[in-house]
């Protein structure tokens, strides 16, 4: 969602947008009506989330502060994790009791470095943990057992890094990382759009669509920083992927290396490209127009990103960025419905598939996992004849401003439409396997007989050697008459 922790502290292009260039605000916060430890946390959020704490301070009222306050407690509980200075003695403890911290009224920490770019959140801690205790109770357990885990993983990561394990090494501990610093975050952002009835509750139980929100920012993100993360001697990207292309991670930096750095960052963006189509099928089943836009907008920028640092060099020599206007763009254009989400996805997935090349060892899978995020698209909003739309649209009378209940319904079915393709994509996969298997069956049979009846041939006494050498020969049809006569008379030997 939006609050991926690790990386999107920051934007996830670097740039920040008054609120009312870019489209007009479902809902907008009342700064005056609040007290001031409230607005105190809200500068922090400036400060800390850049231009996302926009889309946050336009949520509806039901969920302004407690996800305003969701972010801080994540960013406070990140910002100790990432300082170096602070001994893991000290760190471990933190991170694993900060979820009881966010209770203790007027708990405030003063032990982050100088350097530390968000330490002043931690200084004034207090104001957080103030307004944090006044939001509903239900709220507050779903932060807190959020946190609890978060913290719990991070300090597992820590003690790994403690323990000589230099960053990260399989798919799958780079999969659980991003699950601890993002997808968890997509876990209690659901339970909070769901119990304060902003979305379909069968969200809860697609917990696989909740953590592909989290995991689709996340691996982005983790891919387009490689070489800010490279200067600061940390490796996010898992040994498992780039020890196929190259023999030590720094040689991706190294320009004799760079069709295979290329052909590396393919195969993460791959990787990240595989949750595309989950985090549309998520976004399927939220109700309200804030709660959308705040997931939305994130996805839009991620799959923009990527379509960016696809097969794209700049990556391993700077931090790149989405510029301006193709920003704004996309966020005007993620604020709108599903239907613009979607055309959103299909012009850069699309754009990758254009970039997408032979040469590259996983141009099949990237051209397949293209296709699947089209399909999905597809199965929600079947493509039409423009031409015959525009007629029947200019023949047709001006229609009425449609009840906003029959627009809820109609993002239900969409919704429905959506499970139901996910349902039977399931089933056509698990009639697949038994397929295979019976081909393999028939095939083996096939190669068994074949075995036996060259054996019996041989025992008979055929001749292998004769047939091998006339095929050699270039000899591929029967010989008859004298030709014949001539092969035998050649190869036989008489009686023994």
């Known amino acids: ?85 602070i001994p893991i003695e000290k760190k471990d403890p933190l991170l694993r009791d900060f979820y009881k911290i966010t209770e203790k009224e007027g ?84 339970q909070l759009f769901v119990e304060s009835e902003l979305a379909n509750p069968a969200l809860k139980e697609r917990p696989e669509l909740q953590r592909s929100m989290g995991l689709f920012l996340q691996k982005t993100n983790i891919i387009r920083d490689i070489k800010e993360d490279w200067d600061d001697k940390r490796r996010f990207w898992p040994r498992e992927i780039w020890s196929k292309y190259v023999d030590d991670f720094d040689d991706l930096f190294k320009p004799e290396h760079k069709e295979a750095a290329l052909n590396c960052s393919s195969a993460m963006v791959l990787d990240s490209l595989n949750h595309a189509d989950e985090c549309l099928f998520y976004l399927a089943g939220l109700k309200e127009q804030s709660v959308f836009n705040f997931a939305a907008i994130p996805q839009s920028m991620a799959i923009a990103t990527l379509a960016l640092v696809f097969r794209n060099p700049e990556i391993f020599k700077k931090n790149v960025k989405i510029n301006k206007g193709s920003a704004c763009q996309i966020m005007l254009d993620s604020t709108q419905n599903l239907s613009k989400v979607c055309e959103v996805f299909r012009r850069f997935v699309r754009q990758i598939h254009k970039k997408n090349t032979p040469k590259d060892p996983n141009f099949l899978k990237i051209s397949i996992a293209c296709g699947k995020v089209e399909q999905f698209i597809e199965s929600i909003f079947p493509s039409q004849d423009p031409k015959a739309l525009q007629r029947t649209a200019a023949a047709a009378p001006a229609k009425p401003e449609e009840d906003p209940a029959v627009i809820k319904e109609r993002e239900e079915a969409k919704w429905d439409m959506s499970k139901a393709f996910n349902q039977s994509s399931s089933k056509v996969q698990g009639l697949i396997q038994p397929l295979v298997y019976m081909l393999i069956a028939v095939m083996g049979t096939l190669f068994l007989l074949s075995c036996i009846m060259i054996g019996i041939a041989w025992f008979l006494g055929a001749r292998f050697d004769v047939a091998a050498k006339q095929l050699k020969d270039g000899n591929f049809r029967s010989p008859s008459g004298d030709g014949a006569r001539k092969i035998v008379e050649k190869y036989d030997h008489g009686e023994l």
Request: charged share 30%; net charge negative; aromatic share 12%.
């Open 107 to 190: 708990w405030s920490y003063n032990g982050n470095g100088p350097d530390e770019k968000d330490r002043e959140l931690l200084v004034q801690f207090h104001y957080v943990v103030e307004e944090y205790r006044k939001i509903k109770p239900v709220y507050r357990e779903i932060i807190n057992n959020m946190t609890r885990r978060m913290g719990a993983g991070m300090a597992d990561f820590c003690q790994r890094a403690v323990d000589g394990k230099d960053g990260v090494e399989t798919i799958k501990d780079y999969d659980d990382y991003c699950y601890y610093v993002a997808g968890l975050v997509g876990k209690g952002l659901t």
């Open 1 to 85: 969602m939006v609050m991926v922790m690790r990386k999107a502290s920051g934007s996830s292009n670097g740039l920040q947008f008054p609120r009312k260039t870019w489209h007009t605000p479902v809902y907008e916060r009342q700064p005056d009506k609040e007290p001031i430890s409230l607005r105190i946390c809200f500068d922090f959020l400036d400060k800390t989330s850049r231009s996302f704490s926009s889309v946050i301070q336009e949520l509806h009222p039901e969920l302004l502060v407690p996800i305003a306050l969701f972010y801080l407690i994540l960013r406070g509980l990140d910002t100790i994790e990432d300082d170096m200075t």
